[in-house]
């Protein structure tokens, strides 16, 4: 568990989807404010980063690619937010994101956990409504848990900051 300036402890936050949903162009963005090429993630990327003058949140990005899956359970413990992030354009993909995130969701460690899903990519024109996604990925099946999905845009860096106060404030609730 990483530690602030103040010394408490700063949340992990766990960035996971499939491989191409935009999770290391995500994070880079978050922390550098720049766009930088990325390519598939093995293993993890992590770090930290400041909402604001009391709140830092550590963000781990974890590789998609379907052989790195069975690895995701790994990063759960401690884990007080879970940022799902998806294609929002590639809809012949939300099956199975929509099975990667019950899969994950069902580890014990992620019990009562927040679950944030970013639509990513909603600058592209074929993007998936918000309303579409969240009927594909069955979020309102996930009532043991507070959830919130937003639209962002990595690449843009679009909703990136409200997401992550919104991740945060969930955190808190919980």
């Known amino acids: 568990m990483g530690q602030n300036a103040s010394g408490s402890s ?5 960035l996971m989807g499939l491989d191409s949903a935009g999770k290391s162009t995500l994070l880079t ?13 093995i293993g993890f990327n992590v770090g930290m980063f400041e909402l604001d003058k009391k709140t830092s949140l550590t963000v781990w990005d974890v590789g998609g690619q379907k052989n790195m899956r069975p690895n995701w359970r790994y990063y759960l413990e401690g884990c007080k937010a879970l940022v799902f992030v998806v294609d929002s354009s590639d809809s012949a993909r939300m099956p199975e994101a929509q099975r990667a995130l019950r899969k994950v969701l069902s580890d014990e460690n992620l019990q009562g956990v927040p679950l944030m899903v ?5 600058d ?11 009927r594909v990925l069955d979020l309102n099946s996930y009532s043991d848990r507070l959830w919130e999905i ?10 990136l900051q ?10 808190k609730k919980s």
């Open 124 to 134: 592209l024109s074929d993007s998936m409504t918000i309303r579409e996604i969240s």
């Open 10 to 14: 700063v949340p992990q936050v766990i």
């Open 162 to 171: 409200q997401a992550f106060l919104s991740v945060s404030k969930l955190i």
């Open 118 to 122: 970013l639509a990513n990519k909603k």
């Open 150 to 159: 937003q639209a962002c845009s990595a690449l843009r860096g679009l909703g």
């Open 29 to 41: 963005r978050l922390l550098t404010g720049e766009v930088m090429d990325t390519s598939p993630t």
